[in-house]
């Protein structure tokens, strides 16, 4: 097939279907010190629809018995909608990354899911934004200031970049280059160490009050998106909340697990009058033709892999959506964070991972 035969005009194409549809790697770029960059489009003529800084949960087939759930934030933007992109860091302890880095080269298809997520000025806008990362958390943000530099290049973004030494500061001559299009995007570099090969001037040490003052002496009016390791986002969250700032405008990608609601109002909500913390559902699994004991405040995916029902899971926090499945019959409390959109849940889909039952329920798993 030659390029001028797979040309498509966009209003003869459909949105990617992750129920349907394989991804497929076209390209594998390296950024830095283990981080690789790998675009993918859809194996049938898709585009993609998505908000500036979502994710999506790939199932790699690091076993041929049991693939492994990752999830990934779009590096990508969805004013280039005919292709994505994830740029992954692998750890020492990576087994999903690391299995990316060794095998997976263009032409190979993936199992997706998503994208989806909560973490975008769409979802919180402002009338001026703060963009704090470190390491491959910049990807959210890369995202967002891609879609803003192709559709919306007068908007007012302060982005901060955090790296361990200059080498790791990923996109940084992107962003230069974006800069000199968007006359209110300023950057900010900030590294905890360089060595003399590097000629490094900027700022070092770690984030703190004064060198955010520094580079964004009027952070206290922005609306602030923040993505890296736990540790520091903790500590960009209490350096804001120690100098007064609106945490109502503070936004942070985090993959942390819904929380448990009380069994108790479970049982209230089931109409049991008086709460029985005792009561005991019992799930169907239609598929796999078994009835398990479901223990009040445990969930759907809990009481699915006690009976050795094998249902998909990536993040367990109500996030990726890799565990939706159908809900046949019966009512769930689902305490999801954005992993499945209101149309599947009209359908009748749940999330098996943040889902627990009200009582008797059937599920096609």
Known sequence: MTIASSFRHFDELQPFNDRQQLLECISVTAEGPDVMTFGFKADKDSWFRYLPGQFVTLELPVTADDPVMRTYTLSSTPSRPFSIAVTVKAQASSIGTRWMFDHLKPG?????????????????????????????????????????ADCAPQTDVSFLSCARQPDDLLFR?????????????????????????????????????????????????????????????????SMLESVGFDMNRYHEESFQPASAPDPAELAIRAGAGEADASAV?????????????????????????????????????GLCGTCRVMKISGDVEMNHNGGILDDEIDEGYILACCSRPIGDVQIEA
Not at 139 to 147: A, C, E, Y
Not at 191 to 220: M, Q
Not at 303 to 308: C, E, F, I, S
């Open 108 to 148: 190979m298809k993936l199992k997706a899911f998503g994208p989806l997520g909560d973490f975008s000025f769409v979802r919180h806008p402002g009338e001026k934004y703060l963009f704090i990362s470190a390491g491959s958390g910049i990807t959210p943000m890369m995202s967002m200031t891609r879609w803003m």
């Open 173 to 237: 001559d992107e962003l230069e280059n974006i800069s000199r299009n968007m006359p209110n995007l300023n950057l900010g570099f900030i590294v905890e160490t360089h060595a003399p090969r590097h000629s490094w001037h900027g700022l070092r040490g770690r984030i703190e009050t004064s060198k955010l003052a520094l580079l964004a002496p009027d952070f206290r009016e922005r609306t602030v998106f923040c993505c890296g390791p736990e540790p520091f986002m903790r500590g960009v969250k």
């Open 281 to 317: 559902s019992t799930i169907t699994f239609t598929m796999a033709g078994k009835d398990a004991k479901c223990q009040p405040g445990q969930t759907i995916l809990q009481t699915a892999r006690l009976a050795g029902v094998r249902i998909g899971a990536a993040c367990e926090g």
